[in-house]
């Protein structure tokens, strides 16, 4: 069945004029990762495991917990929260705001629409203190979300990313690592409260300062930051014809720069690779044998599909295995991802496309071991 797979990934592309468009430059971008969330494979990536501050990219880790919360019941977005006096002095017109009012009752979907659409420092600090109880239960809840969907080299000390000596760090790794987190587990939510063009709380309208949307085809946010130290950032994502893309720059000189070298990123990754799809989502991709079942194997689903970025007008082929830790033994779970098909393009980094059990696999009985250990020695 690979071998089929990789026959179709070999087609040629059918033969058409691209636009002539570059991914920006090291002196505009330093720090750039651009990763085709469809297929899981990554298009570009420079200093992409290298640390910086993330400023007010943190506050997407401050959304996705809210998101979280939301999904497990903790918090809704009609609540009220009262603005307690010691967070409205500590935040209070302190760098972006939303200009929350002393003892001011606001809900949650403000908070959070605060947070997204214009970066509000007061939002998020009033957000973690009322959500959590305090900001550290807050900011220690975000590093324990930060670990479980697997950033390993992100630390955050404010809900914010106001200036805390260093304690905040990111990777462009990561931050797309959170990026697909929040759109895969809460598309709802990411439609409803990223990417508006403004916001307006207190009889008073801002604009969203994201640079691509409005002015990218299919983006739809994420989020900006600025420090002295760091430079701009930018953690962005677009969608065009259900291909989803997610970007990071950072470590940009000026805003300008940094503006424009997001949109270029972009549209370099939708004009010079072309999307194939070799499986829809929740297809059988193959069989792996399984040790000491009930059965002695197991059909291998692909729940996202297998997708393909291939590079535009190039004769590329792609190569397929399937890998997985061990002998797969019983008791297997359906819907347990056990498997990954990994894809290798020449001049890309692996693609690992997660497969899960497509049905329960219980371990064999007494009879069953003797007729799996007979098997075994049979040629």
């Known amino acids: 069945m690979l071998a089929a797979v990789a026959a179709v990934a070999a087609q040629p592309a059918v033969a058409r004029t691209t636009p002539d468009v570059a991914p920006p430059s090291p002196e505009d971008a330093p720090i750039a990762y651009l990763l085709d969330l469809t297929s899981g494979q990554v298009l570009l990536a420079r200093e992409a495991d290298r640390r910086f501050m993330p400023a007010s990219i943190?506050?997407?880790?401050?959304?996705?917990?809210?998101?979280?919360?939301?999904?497990?019941?903790?918090?809704?977005?009609?609540?009220?929260?009262?603005?307690?006096?010691?967070?409205?002095?500590?935040?209070?017109?302190?760098?972006?705001?939303?200009?929350?009012?002393?003892?001011?009752?606001?809900?949650?979907?403000?908070?959070?629409?605060?947070?997204t659409t214009v970066s509000?420092?007061?939002?998020?600090?009033?957000?973690?203190?009322?959500?959590?109880?305090?900001?550290?239960?807050?900011?220690?809840?975000?590093?324990?979300?930060?670990?479980?969907?697997?950033?390993?080299?992100s630390h955050f000390g404010t809900p914010n990313g106001w200036m805390d000596e260093g304690a905040t760090f990111v990777t462009a790794v990561d931050l797309a690592t959170l990026a697909s987190a929040m759109l895969r587990r809460h598309p709802s939510k990411y439609n409803h409260f990223v990417g508006k063009t403004e916001f307006t709380y207190n009889g008073i309208t801002q604009p969203n300062h994201d640079p691509i949307s409005g002015s990218v085809r299919g983006a739809d946010g994420i989020k900006t930051g600025f420090t002295n130290q760091a430079g701009y950032g930018f953690l962005g994502s677009a969608e065009r014809n259900g291909r989803r893309l997610v970007m990071v720059v950072a470590a940009s000189p000026r805003g300008r720069t940094r503006d424009r070298a997001s949109r270029d990123l972009l549209e370099w990754g939708?004009?010079?690779?072309?999307?194939?799809?070799?499986?829809?989502?929740?297809?059988?991709?193959?069989?792996?044998?399984?040790?000491?079942?009930n059965s002695t194997q197991v059909g291998l689903i692909a729940p996202r599909g297998v997708y393909?970025?291939?590079?535009?007008?190039?004769?590329?082929?792609?190569?397929?295995?399937?890998?997985?830790?061990?002998?797969?033994?019983?008791p297997i779970m359906k819907g347990e991802e056990i498997a990954h098909l990994v894809v290798t393009i020449e001049g890309m980094p692996e693609a690992r496309v997660p497969l899960e059990a497509e049905t329960d696999v219980d371990e064999a009985g007494v009879f069953g071991r003797i007729v799996n250990g007979i098997r075994g020695w049979l040629p």
Do not use: C
Request: aromatic share 10%.
């Open 120 to 153: 509000a420092n007061d939002g998020a600090a009033v957000l973690a203190d009322s959500a959590a109880g305090s900001i550290e239960e807050w900011v220690e809840a975000m590093n324990a979300k930060a670990r479980e969907i697997g950033m390993k080299d």
């Open 308 to 330: 393909l970025s291939m590079p535009r007008d190039q004769q590329t082929d792609a190569t397929f295995r399937i890998e997985y830790s061990g002998p797969l033994r019983a």
């Open 270 to 293: 939708f004009s010079q690779f072309e999307q194939r799809r070799l499986f829809v989502p929740g297809s059988k991709v193959t069989d792996a044998e399984v040790q000491g079942g």
């Open 58 to 115: 943190t506050k997407v880790m401050t959304t996705f917990l809210a998101f979280e919360w939301m999904e497990e019941g903790k918090l809704l977005p009609q609540q009220t929260f009262t603005v307690r006096p010691e967070t409205w002095s500590d935040w209070n017109n302190r760098g972006s705001t939303m200009f929350l009012s002393n003892r001011a009752r606001v809900t949650v979907d403000d908070l959070v629409h605060g947070v």
